[in-house]
């Protein structure tokens, strides 16, 4: 059995861990209050902006004079990975870098691929292994801004344009509750068709001023970019999230753990005295008797 000094110590130990892990439940739930905050805004403005794309494009001869719906031949792929900067959040980047890992291994087996982290965490996962890899955006968590993704959505946008890459996908997690972060592979270039198997809008007469072709050019774009920019926000909202579960559980298991170290205490210290009283109920029977 343990001595009395070294339970005591445990004991204080996983009260400061539990403590640690309270606060971050703490400071994860008020970060989760903005972060969903502004991906609840996002979703219906970047739904209906892809509608009314959908629906122009539709109107023309498809999407053929759209430069970022040509399909060409997938040799060279863009995989957009978005993890986290920081740890203590469950399995939320390690999910990501799994998918990424089954999408490599699975339908881009045999093409070359190049990643483009987002997070630390996807950063130094991929840098250490044998894919090329493109630094210069992967701290766009330390702030969150639309700025910040602009630059990195132009980044793919640009080289899918000149051919570098064939196709571009973004893998994240979308944040459905606090508990709940659904893993998407989502293909961002070429765009797709279809809008993530959601009910078809009825085609609308649109006055397009000052020419169809004008508002396509610019709509386009700017539809991309919002599309990556929620993306990153619904990966933000889900770390958040996770991180809150995840320290939530760690604080339940500690205050478990501290009953169990607790009463290893309390049996440990009362049998250290029940052995000091039988030590001197011996002595003075000793001492009494002849």
Same mark, same amino acid.
């Given at each position: ?91 939320? *980047?390690? *999910? ?26 996807? &950063? ?13 955006? &992967? ?32 893998? &994240? ?38 020419? $169809?072709? &004008? ?53 440990? $210290? ?21």
């Amino acid at each position: 059995m343990a001595n009395l000094k070294e339970v005591k110590q445990r004991i204080t130990s996983v009260v400061s861990t539990q403590q640690i892990t309270k606060a971050m439940k703490m400071v994860s739930a008020a970060k989760l209050r903005r972060a969903q905050d502004k991906i609840v805004q996002m979703r219906p403005y970047s739904q209906k902006l892809t509608n009314i794309l959908n629906n122009v494009s539709a109107s023309q001869d498809g999407a053929a004079d759209i430069v970022f719906a040509q399909k060409r031949e997938v040799n060279k792929v863009l995989i957009v990975p978005v993890t986290s900067d920081k740890g203590l959040c469950g399995a939320f *980047n390690s *999910n990501v870098i799994k998918a990424t890992n089954a999408a490599i291994k699975g339908q881009f087996a045999g093409k070359e691929i190049t990643i483009l982290p987002l997070g630390k965490k996807a &950063y130094e996962n991929f840098k250490k292994r044998e894919f090329s890899v493109i630094s210069q955006f &992967y701290q766009v968590f330390t702030d969150v801004s639309f700025d910040n993704v602009r630059a990195a959505a132009e980044f793919a946008m640009n080289a899918y344009v000149a051919g570098d890459f064939d196709q571009v996908v973004l893998v &994240y997690n979308e944040f459905k509750n606090v508990a709940t972060q659904i893993i998407r592979t989502e293909q961002f270039l070429p765009m797709a068709k279809e809008n993530n198997g959601e009910e078809k809008v009825a085609e609308t007469d649109y006055i397009l001023e000052p020419s $169809r072709s &004008y508002i396509i050019e610019e709509l386009v774009p700017t539809s991309l970019k919002i599309q990556f920019y929620k993306a990153v926000l619904e990966s933000n909202a889900s770390e958040h999230g996770a991180r809150m579960t995840a320290m939530d559980k760690a604080t339940e298991n500690a205050g478990e753990l501290l009953k169990e170290l607790r009463l290893m205490y309390n049996r440990t $210290r009362q049998a250290a005295i029940t052995n000091e009283i039988l030590e001197i109920v011996a002595g003075a029977n000793a001492l009494g008797g002849k």
